[in-house]
T-cell receptor, first 118, second 113 residues
C-alpha cells in the first residue's frame, strides 16, 4: 500500500517571501501521479499542482512549483512571493497510474498548515 | 457548470440516528468518490462508485456505512446509528471516464451529539 508523509504540521512565512513544504511517499509502483491540494478555511479542496512520475521536468503553475525527486520519493512544494491568500492547509496526495475500472482514488498526507505573516 | 454539489453543508445528528449525505457530480461525470476527513487529518478514501455499481469499497467501515449511486439522482452516503466517532467532514469528488482527475465538492460536516 502507498503512504504519504508530510512531516511539517505547521509552517509560517513572511508575506512576499518563499516557503517550501515537504512531502515524501512510499510506493513500489514505477508510474503514478502526485498532487498538491490547498484547503482554505472554506474547506474547499483546490488543486494546486500535479506531477506525472514519468516526466522528469518539475511542474510549475505561476508562483507554485515542485521539486520532484523520484529516486528519493520526495515531492516538495515551493511557493514564491507568498500572499495572504495562500494561508491554508496544504495536502500532498498520491494516485496510481494503473487503475481498475477507472479507479483514481487518492492517498493523502496529513497536511501542513501554512500561515502568512503580514 | 455548478461543479460538485454536496448537501447538506452541515448536519447534526444525535447518537443512534441515521445520517444521509448527498452528492451530485459534475455534469458529464459518471465516477464518484467519497472521502472522510477527521479533525486535523488528511482525507481518507472510503468508496468509489459508478452509476449503479460499487467498484471499490476498501475504505468503508464494515458496519453502519453504505453508499449508492443510482441511475437517476445523486450519490448517497448513509451512516446508520451514528456514534460520536463519526463526526468528521465527508467529501465527495467526481471524475469523468477519461481520467482527468478529481473535482471536489465543499464537503458535509457531520456532528454527532
Amino acid at each position: 500500500a502507498q503512504t504519504v508523509t508530510q512531516s511539517q504540521p505547521e509552517m509560517s512565512v513572511q508575506e512576499a517571501e518563499t516557503v517550501t513544504l515537504s512531502c515524501t511517499y512510499d510506493t513500489s509502483e514505477s508510474d503514478y501521479y502526485l498532487f498538491w491540494y490547498k484547503q482554505p478555511p472554506s474547506r474547499q479542496m483546490i488543486l494546486v499542482i500535479r506531477q506525472e512520475a514519468y516526466k522528469q521536468q518539475n511542474a510549475t503553475e505561476n508562483r507554485f512549483s515542485v521539486n520532484f525527486q523520484k529516486a528519493a520519493k520526495s515531492f516538495s512544494l515551493k511557493i514564491s512571493d507568498s500572499q495572504l491568500g495562500d494561508a491554508a492547509m496544504y495536502f500532498c496526495a498520491y494516485r496510481s497510474a494503473w487503475s481498475n475500472f477507472g479507479n483514481e482514488k487518492l492517498t493523502f498526507g496529513t497536511g501542513t498548515r501554512l500561515t502568512i505573516i503580514p | 457548470n455548478a461543479g460538485v454539489m454536496q448537501n447538506p453543508r452541515h448536519l447534526v445528528r444525535r447518537r443512534g440516528q441515521e445520517a444521509r449525505l448527498r452528492c451530485s457530480p459534475m455534469k458529464g461525470h459518471s465516477h464518484v468518490y467519497w472521502y472522510r476527513q477527521l479533525p486535523e487529518e488528511g482525507l481518507k478514501f472510503m468508496v468509489y462508485l459508478q452509476k449503479e455499481n460499487i467498484i471499490d469499497e476498501s475504505g468503508m467501515p464494515k458496519e453502519r456505512f453504505s453508499a449508492e449511486f443510482p441511475k437517476e439522482g445523486p450519490s448517497i452516503l448513509r451512516i446508520q446509528q451514528v456514534v460520536r466517532g463519526d463526526s468528521a467532514a465527508y467529501f465527495c469528488a467526481s471524475s469523468d471516464p477519461r481520467g482527468d482527475g478529481h473535482t471536489f465538492g465543499s464537503g458535509t460536516r457531520l456532528t454527532v451529539v
